[in-house]
């Protein structure tokens, strides 16, 4: 099956095709929207910052059909996505980060800051409990505190406490690295992908 990977230039994608092809899956390159047709799932990846991501988004002309497609995800609609951590703070609104700009916009979250009491940048691994529940590998500074309405909600106790992941639909998007995760994020990789796996 063909899995589009969003090629936002802020991180290195290797980690991602690797486990891509571990779960028998193709990874596709995307960096148009004509790339988006005919694709069996997409993953919004990233590690970097809220606002090059966004201007790499529009750069490409990928804004529109891109959120048309994350919409329909979560309406049970389409491919199966994923977004991966910078790609999960993507999909609100706005982030602390980058203040004046806006983005995908498929909830209302805003991105903040990990509060104090905690080193930042949250790196390694961290226990994830709610809707998924599991060990995960971290690597970020910025987080949503608050779940959006409407959404299944996974949450890390770390520095007080943030959103580890969101599902709706057919999209799943996780703070953390599902890549780097071993096995169990492996497993995830695949439910939340592929078709002839167990969601």
Known sequence: MKVGVIETETCNLASVRAALRRIGAQPVPVREAEALRGLGGLILPGVGAFGPAMARLRAWGLM????KLLEGAARGEGPRCMAICLGFQLLGSTSEEAAEVEGLGLHSGHI?????GERVPHLGWNEIRGDLSGEAYFAHSFGLLEAPETWAASRCAYGGGFVAALRKGRLTACQFHPELSGEWGQSLLASNLLESASC
Not at 64 to 67: C, G
């Open 112 to 116: 903040r800051r990990l509060p104090p």
């Open 64 to 67: 529109s059909p891109l959120r």
